[in-house]
């Protein structure tokens, strides 16, 4: 394939931005997992009838990952499809990594992907580093991103599929009195013409998927319910050229007490500059002063730097009570997609816009037909089969690991093992459970045991010294 842009060759992945993309949107077979209820309800099945004069109608609200891969598997299936973002230009304060399964799942160029990180480096609240990465393939890595580089991108893919995007904000819904009625949207539009204030507008539409993240208005509209969410503070730090070097390839996360007390820190490479940054969940208060600790920890390799930029925005921590009403459903960072133990949620967000999408697709036969809360709950269905496993897991690792120092200290320890960094790396860079050998299951058990005895004694013996 021929291109413009010289950079070095990676298996499976696109070239530049600037390519003519053919993606194909595949749709899902009807999966048979319920989702989970506190009574079981029957209701007798209703034959949706077919459209007349028109194409199905959906309103994508919400302008990220989740909205972009949404409405471009929407437009692309035949359906009449509204993208609604407020800031077209959003810098969230993400750490912005993304597994390689996503990169070729989504077609993504390399031109919008600033670093491909193939080492990182685990610091333990004693300092102690373990470098990571040393079973990498030598095509495999991480792909580090801007968000306000990778939505535009995903958003202006889906207009030329044929999506209409509004630069507006979502303000509320009227919900249909009738089980085919439509929804009445009420937003402001910005079209540079009426400045600050914009254009109070309405519009009629059969579906809606919210995707506006974790302050969703879509998700309150539909009484969701609440979760629990962390707050992330990330500073965007140029540093000179000679300290960006290092960090061309690699990144850090910093584990402690002193950087989060149920999270992590990171220092992660982007285009010019390198994005410094911590969360939490139980001490939201404190978030300053875990930054100032996470710059503290890396202020040798990030001596110089001048922050350009500082963010800060809620992450959920569990997926809503509630993420389907009728024909609204919701969608990444709005239904709670982000797992615990690494704050992942962009490959999530984008894989269930995607997979809401494809369900509105198939259950309205290319936007033929309307669709109902059945047609919207094989998503659901599909998505707790294939994920919720994942955010189990790491739920029992981010109580087991992240508890205390030593937990910590354990934690990084058990890190250095090539065994434990094979099935880490295997199933971040392409989302499956990756298959493991009984005998090193059994290793790394007794292995998880003993640095945890390792690390209480440890404690125990620097408790003695502090008397």
């Given amino acids: 394939m021929a291109t413009t842009v010289t950079l070095k060759s990676f298996t499976g992945l696109r070239q530049s931005s600037t390519e003519q993309t053919n993606f194909?949107?595949?749709?899902?077979?009807?999966?048979?997992?319920?989702?989970?209820?506190?009574?079981l309800r029957v209701t007798a099945a209703r034959a949706t009838p077919k459209l007349s004069n028109r194409k199905l109608r959906v309103a994508v609200i919400g302008g990220g990952p989740a909205g972009g891969a949404a409405a471009e598997?929407?437009?692309?299936?035949?359906?009449?499809?509204?993208?609604?973002?407020?800031?077209?230009?959003?810098?969230?304060?993400?750490?912005?990594?993304?597994?390689?399964?996503?990169?070729g799942e989504f077609n993504l160029p390399l031109d919008i992907i600033d670093r491909r990180v193939t080492k990182m480096k685990m610091i333990s609240?004693?300092?102690?580093?373990?470098?990571?990465g040393r079973t990498l393939k030598e095509h495999e890595y991480i792909g580090m991103v801007r968000r306000e580089v990778l939505d535009a991108y995903l958003r202006e893919r889906a207009e030329k599929s044929g999506a209409t995007v509004i630069n507006g904000l979502f303000l509320k819904m009227d919900h249909p009195e009738n089980w085919d009625s439509p929804y009445t949207l009420h937003y402001t539009e910005y079209d540079g013409k009426t400045g600050a204030t914009g254009t109070k507008k309405t519009m009629e539409v059969d579906a809606v998927i919210g995707a506006d993240g974790a302050n969703s208005r879509v998700a309150k509209s539909i009484d969701a319910g609440d979760y629990d969410y962390?707050?992330?503070?990330?500073?965007?730090?140029?540093?000179?050229?000679?300290?960006?070097?290092?960090?061309?390839d690699l990144a850090e996360m910093y584990v402690g007490d002193d950087v989060s007390p149920d999270f992590y820190g990171w220092v992660f490479p982007k285009c010019d500059h390198v994005a410094v940054?911590?969360?939490?969940?139980?001490?939201?208060?404190?978030?300053?002063?875990?930054?100032?600790?996470?710059r503290n920890r890396a202020k040798d390799k990030i001596l110089g730097g001048k922050i350009i930029r500082v963010e800060a925005h809620p992450i959920p921590e569990h997926p809503r009570p509630r993420r389907l009403s009728k024909r609204v459903a919701l969608v990444g960072d709005a239904a709670g997609y982000v797992t615990k133990c690494s704050g992942?949620?962009?490959?999530?967000a984008a894989k269930s816009g995607r997979m809401c999408a494809e369900a509105i697709v198939e259950g309205s036969q290319n936007?033929?037909?309307?669709?109902?809360?059945g047609d919207l709950r094989k998503y659901l269905e599909k998505w707790d089969k294939t994920y919720l496993p994942t955010y189990r897991v790491l739920d029992v690792?981010?109580?087991?690991?992240?508890?205390?120092?030593?937990?910590?200290?354990?934690?990084?320890?058990?890190?250095?093992?090539?065994?434990?960094?094979k099935m880490t790396f295997d199933s971040y860079l392409y989302k499956r459970v990756a298959p493991g050998s009984p005998l090193e299951d059994i290793k790394l058990a007794v292995n998880t045991i003993g640095s945890l005895v390792r690390a209480n004694a440890l404690r125990r013996e620097i408790e003695k010294l502090s008397v």
């Fill in 24 to 39: 194909v949107s595949h749709v899902p077979s009807s999966l048979s997992l319920p989702q989970r209820r506190t009574s």
């Fill in 73 to 103: 598997t929407l437009a692309q299936g035949g359906i009449e499809t509204i993208l609604i973002e407020r800031k077209m230009d959003n810098c969230k304060p993400c750490g912005g990594a993304i597994p390689l399964c996503m990169v």
């Fill in 125 to 132: 609240p004693s300092n102690i580093a373990v470098d990571i």
């Fill in 230 to 248: 962390a707050i992330a503070f990330q500073e965007r730090i140029r540093i000179p050229d000679e300290k960006m070097t290092y960090y061309e």
């Fill in 277 to 294: 940054g911590t969360g939490t969940v139980t001490h939201k208060g404190d978030i300053k002063k875990f930054q100032l600790a996470t």
């Fill in 344 to 348: 992942e949620g962009i490959y999530f």
């Fill in 367 to 373: 936007g033929k037909k309307m669709i109902d809360e």
């Fill in 397 to 421: 690792l981010q109580k087991v690991f992240y508890r205390s120092n030593p937990a910590r200290e354990a934690f990084v320890e058990m890190c250095n093992d090539e065994y434990v960094q």
